[in-house]
């Protein structure tokens, strides 16, 4: 590899690579990406047909399925191939962040009382099921229409969508063409949380960056705030599980020479690359839908607890993106607009002030972009910049990017007390297992203060707003 300046890095173009690879990292950042297979997945990605310009990855990189997590990638939507590798098997997971007029003040001594009633009302953990029931004819609508549907049955405000990336619906999704058991996994899901990095959780905005976007966000020092982490739960895994199966001839029919088996694709423009897309789309807003119930809920339980509306209690959703995904997208290639399909795997868009996909509200601003760190720490808003356009195709990190495997993560918490260790920092949690409290602790994932620092000062992101956490809800 080699370092282009202090924040990017060029896997040089081998033998069967069509473009070079770029890794986003710090020194420190970069010696903990050598310890996996990442780099080479960066490499191999580069092979995949239609690709353009780069096989690029966030300070966030980690190994993943086929495509490293952190990774995008654009293909040519005629010559290009979509991978189910490069959106991933939790499609559309993501993140939406609500803002509320309660000073930390306010709120403290009813944290533990929050929490509690965010755990009964938001069913979490491996396999939980929701209270929302759905007949077949009913999910499919919800496949459909995305997180409209949810609006219209009550959960939430029709100004939320216009917050939501894409308005919370892709266009093109075809709910028939996914299996019975995809179906079946969905029906009982719409409005859990799921597990593994998957949360709810209560912060306070701890520094402020950009005050005039801020301003424009409702947000201040101090001030609560709520950030929900989930996505298209079993349904979206089966979708994934299916889609990787049924491409496996596909590959070879149509001569994909790959450098690994785990990046199994299809010509976008292949009935099979066709097929995938649309069922991939049906699972997207089955996501937005997820998001948009446990909004919904989150807003009942502080009204529950301050004995005042949502309304009047300020809970206005900022913005939700998705970081498991493949968008049509347009972008400049060697000087010349073009469409594209960019896959963003474990990546958040990050459009720049005027775009048109962004709410009015922003423009002036660029795309919100919502990071995660773990449960110990902080997490970001950031915006979207011009420079991501020209280099990421309108791209950045998602999230801290995990250190440690989660085998590795039970092995050294052996005998610790995260529960306890968080409680000391103030954190008040609740979760179904103690597995997985010590499979997400914070010694797991990169310095998230790092990873955002990389993407500010590459200037493909910039920070806005710092929350830290004040209570979490995990399954």
């Known amino acids: 590899m080699k370092k282009i300046d202090n924040y990017k890095w060029m896997i040089e173009k081998e033998k069967g690579m069509r473009v070079p690879g770029i890794i986003y990292a710090s020194d420190k950042l970069m010696e903990a990406v050598k310890n996996d297979n990442s780099v080479q997945q960066v490499r191999n990605v580069a092979y995949l047909p239609g690709i353009q310009k780069y096989s690029l990855a966030m300070p966030d990189i980690h190994w993943g399925y086929g495509f490293p997590i952190g990774g995008v990638a654009a293909m040519d939507i005629e010559e290009g191939v979509i991978s189910p590798g490069g959106v991933g098997y939790d499609i559309n997971c993501g993140v939406r962040v609500i803002r509320t007029n309660l000073p930390y003040k306010d709120v403290k001594g009813k944290l533990e009382d929050l929490a509690n009633k965010l755990y009964s009302m938001v069913p979490c953990g491996v396999g939980s099921t929701s209270n929302v029931k759905t007949t077949t004819s009913q999910l499919k609508r919800v496949l459909k229409e995305g997180a409209s549907w949810a609006i219209k049955n009550g959960f939430g405000w029709e100004e939320d969508l216009e917050n939501t990336e894409e308005n919370g619906c892709m266009e093109g ?79 070879n029919k149509y001569k994909i020479q790959l450098p690994d088996k785990e990046l199994i694709s299809a010509p976008i423009q292949s009935p099979e690359g066709k097929g995938y897309i649309s069922a991939m789309k049906s699972a997207a807003n089955f996501a937005w839908t997820n998001r948009q119930i446990i909004l919904s809920r989150v807003r009942e339980v502080f009204s529950m607890v301050f004995g005042s509306s949502s309304e009047s209690l300020g809970m206005n959703l900022i913005y939700d993106v998705a970081h498991n995904i493949a968008k049509f997208e347009t972008h400049i290639v060697d000087g010349k607009e073009k469409k594209l399909c960019v896959h963003r795997k474990g990546a958040t868009r990050a459009f720049p002030p005027g775009h048109p996909k962004i709410p009015p509200k922003y423009a002036e601003f660029g795309q919100p972009v919502l990071i995660p760190g773990d449960m110990g720490t902080a997490s970001y808003i950031l915006l979207g910049c011009e420079k991501a ?83 979490v809800i995990k399954g």
């Open 389 to 471: 356009m020209e280099e990421t195709f309108g791209s950045t990190c998602h999230g801290a990017g995990r250190r440690l495997s989660r085998r590795k993560a039970i092995e050294i918490t052996g005998g610790r007390n995260i529960t306890n260790e968080l409680s000391k920092k103030g954190i008040y949690i609740r979760a179904k297992s103690i597995k997985t409290i010590r499979e997400e602790a914070p010694d797991a994932y990169k310095d998230i203060n790092e990873v955002v620092d990389v993407v500010d000062k590459a200037g493909i992101s910039r920070k806005v707003a710092k929350f830290v956490p004040l209570a």
């Open 173 to 251: 999704a075809d709910p028939e063409i996914l299996s019975e058991r995809a179906l079946q996994r969905g029906k009982p899901q719409l409005g859990t949380l799921g597990s593994g990095n998957h949360f709810v959780e209560i912060q306070r905005v701890s520094e402020i960056y950009n005050r005039k976007a801020a301003r424009a966000m409702g947000l201040e020092e101090d001030l609560v705030t709520v950030m929900i982490h989930t996505g298209s739960r079993g349904l979206g895994h089966q979708v994934c599980s299916d889609w990787v199966k049924n491409l496996r001839t596909a590959s």
